[in-house]
């Protein structure tokens, strides 16, 4: 049975930070490429960041140089560090683990950023 499990969301205030998590299992991790999507409130679901499993990375504009998304193979997990968090980042964060034969989603984690 595969399961994504995030944590590490949250309530945060505008220029603070978060870090997401999302351990896998059931899966052979280290030969799936590795992400994160988003959906705010009335929009669609946008990714955030990605890994490969060599380790490539993207990012959307409206995170490059604010998020950070990394990969521990010996751990099964994939992390986003947010920082200099916005208003605008508040969604709820999907984790997701691609191969070109399946994608498997985690459950979701709630990021709010208010003051």
């Known amino acids: 049975q595969v399961q994504l499990v995030e944590s590490g969301g949250g309530l945060v205030q505008p220029g603070g930070s978060l870090r997401l998590s999302c351990e896998a299992s059931?899966?052979?991790?280290?030969?799936?490429?590795m992400g994160w999507y988003r959906q705010a409130p009335g929009k669609q679901r946008e990714l955030v960041a990605a890994?490969?499993?060599?380790?490539?990375?993207n990012y959307a504009n409206s995170v490059k140089g604010r998020f950070t998304i990394s990969r521990d193979n010996t751990k099964n997990t994939v992390y986003l560090q947010m920082n200099s968090l916005k208003p605008e980042d508040t969604a709820v964060y999907y984790c997701y683990a691609y191969t070109t034969i399946r994608t498997y989603w985690g459950q979701g984690t709630q990021v709010t950023v208010s003051s």
């Open positions: 890994v490969t499993s060599g380790g490539s990375t």
């Open positions: 059931g899966i052979l991790f280290s030969t799936y490429a």
